[in-house]
């Protein structure tokens, strides 16, 4: 089943990203990681989720 995010979502995400990233550098960019694997998750097994 494919994800698909809302426009607001993705500018959220990038967002939060950003916010993480201020804090310690390269933190952003593990939680885009985290949260790519998470709905790489999700995706592959929706009935966990539903």
Request: charged share 35%; net charge negative; hydrophobic share 40%.
């Amino acid at each position: 089943m494919p994800i698909v995010s809302h426009p607001e979502a993705d500018e959220e995400l990038v967002g939060a990203a950003l916010w993480h990233d201020e804090r310690q550098p390269g933190l952003g960019d593990d939680f885009l990681d985290e949260f790519g694997h998470a709905l790489r998750r999700i995706e592959a097994e929706p009935e966990r989720w539903p």
